[in-house]
């Protein structure tokens, strides 16, 4: 059996004044037993947890277990496997402790050597190997094909590679792509990793970004995994980014101490506001993001101007917040009075703004885009027919034009389809006749998908921990006519203690964190075993790892899921960041299999 890997699992005490209003939340129209379930499964939600007793000392194997698939393990497995790839076939592979492969001569620090790209990694850079095959450059802004001149960055002889700066392609790749390349800072922002290719050649990137995960990742042989869908496209390429968090360290001279008494010191130079310089610890003055929205590049500008004005008053560095609000008013009496959504302006103060707006008309309604600059500002999105409030500071996705695309298909794989049932289903098995009928979402956080999959269902319920989602989530269900949508702040594992839904109608969302899910997350899910369950995931890594528990299963409960399909959703185009979906069903583990 796949071993459940140690995880660390998030809790915290929800305050007082994050608590559900229960009554808002009992449904009309249930089965009275399923009402009083909710109910108390609702008001055990906020009762506060127990103090934990403390953890027991961890050995050092366990804090290796413990590390998620992040950015260097990415890397590394696609390092790995391009030596693999290019290893000579008579090589014979033999483990001896006392014996350490030479080293290979490597190039002094800081020195200018020309590399040959084979491969993109993961993590989009490009990947040259060395003249003997066993080590390899790591160069960003590259791609296939292209012979670069690069600077030395840093090795790491042990992991067999080493990072450099791109300076030129000498001779370009047939993927290199100069032309499309929309930012004056691509190639030494590191925000950036794909603006050199073609977008069709980052959409297929992309999908081998997914395939590579699963492959490397999940613990599945090939034939659990299915093909991997292409690559959902973002209908925006540059312009799409609602939120941006420039940055900029302390002003020169803001940290002299000063003696008692004496006035603060004076300091009028400007750090470089922006993003991080690549490959190092220095960030990037930065005017213009043409990843931004209209409104929040404006943003940028008027926010650089203000902290320049008021660069003196600053004694350590800041995150700037810029985030795009959105108000409609519409123009027909009949429209405004169905509509009981208030204008932006009515919803903050004016100094959570920067100065800038832009507004449209159309035939219903006059819209206005503002830049919030203020993370405890509260933020109005639009979702087709469907608007959400929330904290300018709290997540909500950051690419609305994809955004349509990417909840149409969520709803359209929420539901099994008629054929989907199996010869070989049991007695417990859910059957044609007994239709999904109810939602839960864990990590709702403020609702998207809790609200836009709700007239899917008979009763809906999302739980996140973080208290301020939740009171918007709230707000929202209210804002869209959603009384049988009600949310609760818990830790999502919570949920599983007694659901309140009987699995074989219910359909499990789960759109956890980079890190993935918890060990008892993915246990209590199986304990439970929801009839289908789609996995929305930022990180298809740790996808893959929890996608992998959960078809490999439960012995004791004697159920497993299948993975229906799997696609990547390009939400952050330019980027090598790619989202993914998996959709999944319960089936039972057959007698003497495990």
């Known amino acids: ?35 009083r379930r909710l109910y108390d499964v609702v008001q055990r939600m ?6 934990p007793a403390p953890p027991p000392k961890k050995r050092k194997q366990q804090l290796r277990d413990e590390k998620r698939q992040g950015f260097d393990e990415v890397l590394q ?34 020195t200018e050597i020309e590399v040959q790209i084979a491969e993109i990694s993961s993590t989009g850079d490009g990947l040259a190997l060395s003249e003997d095959k066993s080590h390899v450059y790591v160069v960003p802004f590259s791609v296939p094909g ?11 002889p042990s992991l067999h590679y080493s990072i450099t700066d791109f300076i030129k392609a000498v001779e370009s790749g047939s993927q290199r792509n100069d032309a499309g390349i929309g930012c004056q800072y691509f190639g030494k922002c590191s925000g950036c990793q794909l603006q050199m290719m073609s977008y069709e050649d980052q959409l297929a990137h992309k999908k081998r970004i997914v395939e590579k995960a699963y492959a490397n990742f999940s613990g599945l042989i090939p034939e659990l995994i299915p093909a991997i869908g292409d690559t959902f496209p973002s209908p925006l390429q540059y312009g799409y980014r609602t939120k941006l968090t420039p940055h900029f360290a302390a002003p020169p001279g803001s940290g002299r101490r000063r003696h008692k008494g004496a006035s603060a010191p004076r300091h009028t130079e400007v750090p470089p506001i922006g993003f991080t310089y690549k490959n190092r610890r220095t960030d990037l003055d930065i005017e213009d993001c043409p990843l931004g929205t209209d409104i929040v590049r404006q943003g940028l500008k008027s926010e650089r101007a203000r902290v320049a004005e008021r660069i ?20 027909h009496e009949t429209d405004r009075e169905k509509s009981e959504w208030p204008r932006t ?11 800038d707006l832009i507004r449209t008309e159309t035939d219903a309604y006059t819209e206005e885009k503002r830049c919030v600059t203020n993370p405890n500002a509260t933020t109005v999105e639009y979702v087709d027919d469907y608007v959400f409030t929330n904290k300018a500071g709290a997540f909500f996705q950051n690419n609305n034009s994809i955004l349509t695309g990417f909840t149409d298909y969520i709803r359209q794989h929420a539901l099994a389809p008629p054929s989907s049932s199996s010869s070989t289903n049991t007695a417990d098995e859910p059957q044609p006749h007994n239709p999904i009928k109810y939602l839960l979402d864990a990590y709702s956080g403020s609702g998207l998908f809790t609200i836009t999959l709700s007239p899917l269902f008979k009763s809906s319920l999302g739980v996140d921990v973080a208290g301020d989602s939740i009171l918007s989530a709230r707000q929202n269900a209210r804002a869209n006519h959603l009384p049988n949508t009600g949310f609760a702040a818990a830790d999502a594992a919570v949920l599983f203690k007694d659901v309140p839904y009987p699995a074989d109608q219910t359909l499990l969302v789960i759109d956890p964190p980079r890190k993935g899910c918890s060990d008892d997350f993915l ?14 995931s930022c990180n298809v890594h740790t996808q893959a790892r929890d996608v992998g528990v959960m078809v490999q299963g439960s ?8 993975i229906e399909s799997i696609r990547g959703f390009d939400f952050f185009p330019q980027t090598g960041h790619v989202e993914g979906v998996a959709v999944l069903n319960r089936v039972p583990i057959p007698e003497g299999s495990v």
Not at 88 to 100: D, I, K, N, Q
Not at 146 to 156: A, E, Q, S
Not at 525 to 534: E, F, S
């Open 146 to 156: 292209d012979k670069v001149l690069v600077k030395v960055v840093r090795h790491f």
């Open 555 to 562: 012995a004791q409960q004697k159920i497993r899921y299948e």
């Open 312 to 331: 003196s008053t600053y004694t350590q560095g800041a995150t700037l917040l810029l985030r795009e609000s959105t108000s409609r008013t519409p123009k």
């Open 345 to 355: 302006d009515d919803l903050n103060h004016v100094n959570d703004y920067s100065a």
């Open 77 to 110: 497995a696609d390092i790995d496997a391009l030596i693999r790839k290019h290893k000579p076939a008579t090589e014979v592979e033999v483990e001896v402790e006392y014996l350490s492969p030479p080293e290979p001569t490597l190039p002094e620090p800081f």
């Open 46 to 51: 906020q009762e506060p947890p127990k103090k």
């Open 523 to 536: 246990r209590q899910l199986l304990a439970y075993g929801p009839r289908r369950v789609v996995y929305v």
């Open 1 to 35: 059996m796949f071993a459940l890997r140690s995880l660390r699992l998030f809790s915290r005490r929800i305050p007082s004044q994050f608590t559900l209003q229960t009554p808002r939340l009992i449904h009309t129209g249930l089965p009275a037993d399923i009402n």
